[in-house]
């Protein structure tokens, strides 16, 4: 099995910074995606940010050029650095991860999710 801590949500006033983490453990052979979704009171879950494992990058529109998401394949570890934050970037955030346990085995794990609050 595979499990995911998350760390790193809070409480941030608009235009600050805050950065949140997901570390994986468990039987893992490979990660392949690692990804933020995000889910607002009343909304369904969003993309936010992917990184494949070559490194390459993909950006929801409301967060291109304020986020970055990045990845520390050593310690199988994603992050997302949030910057310039908005009221609207409110949500709870979870860490997917996409990857394989060796032998034909493939998973897709969640994170518990963090609260991340943006105050005007």
């Known amino acids: 099995q595979v499990q995911l801590r998350e760390s790193g949500g809070g409480l941030v006033q608009a235009g600050g910074s805050l950065r949140l983490s997901c570390a994986a453990s468990g039987s893992i052979f490979s990660i392949d995606n690692m990804a933020w979704y995000r889910q607002a009171p009343g909304k369904g879950r969003e993309l936010v940010a992917v990184i494949i494992t070559g490194g390459n990058t993909n950006y929801a529109d409301s967060v291109r050029g304020r986020f970055t998401i990045s990845r520390d394949n050593a310690k199988n570890t994603v992050y997302l650095q949030m910057n310039n934050v908005k009221p609207e970037d409110t949500a709870v955030y979870y860490c997917?991860?996409?990857?394989?346990?060796?032998?034909?085995?493939?998973?897709?794990?969640w994170g518990q999710g963090t609260q991340v609050t943006v105050s005007s």
């Open positions: 997917n991860i996409k990857g394989s346990a060796g032998l034909g085995r493939y998973f897709e794990v």
